[in-house]
């Protein structure tokens, strides 16, 4: 499954509570976070072509993981259409799920601050600041966590992956 969404939208709160779920009902959990993935996959930027290069690795290694078994779990803000797009293609299957935080929320929040070091232009090319955020047109599922938790957003997740999973 994808998360996908602006920074600071609950991508990775969402997705740690499924894979602990996942890993407590004895499931092979993979997961993979956007933050934790760029400092092991070397210098990558932020411009248009050096994102979708960087979520082309993703994808890929999204996939190997799956081939080999396990449930990947992405938690990455992709936003581009095309590069979710591409990686859906890679995958066996493939359930995005949009994490739908407003902007003005998600700057509320901005747990690291890198929303007001965007505004002030320290950080360019951050999403959805100066850089688009392309939403899902047609996502298997969308969380609004403005209307509930983040443990609430995983049991709706969690409920469409078993009603998905052949028996």
């Known amino acids: 499954m994808w998360l996908t969404g602006l920074p600071g939208s609950g ?5 740690t509570i499924v894979a602990e779920r996942l890993r407590s009902a004895g499931r092979r959990v993979e997961h993979l976070d956007g933050d934790v993935l760029r400092a092991r ?13 960087y979520l082309g690795r993703v994808g890929a290694l ?24 591409a990686i859906r293609a890679r995958c ?6 949009f994490v739908a935080t407003p902007l003005d929320e998600c700057e509320r929040r901005d747990p690291k601050g890198m929303y007001a070091r965007a505004r002030r ?3 360019l090319h951050f999403t959805g600041v100066d850089d688009p955020y392309e939403p899902p047109l ?8 403005m209307t509930m938790t983040a443990g609430e ?5 969690l409920d469409r992956l078993s009603e998905a999973t052949p028996s």
Do not use: N, Q
């Open 138 to 145: 047609r996502p298997e599922l969308t969380i609004d966590t």
């Open 92 to 97: 066996g299957r493939f359930m995005e799920v």
């Open 41 to 53: 996959f070397g210098a990558t930027g932020f411009e248009r072509p050096d994102r979708e290069v």
């Open 62 to 85: 999204a996939a190997g993981l799956e081939a080999e078994g396990a449930v990947v779990v992405a938690s990455l803000v992709s936003p581009y259409r095309a590069s979710r797009d």
């Open 121 to 123: 232009g320290e950080i």
């Open 11 to 15: 991508k990775t709160t969402i997705a």
């Open 153 to 157: 957003a995983a049991e709706l997740i």
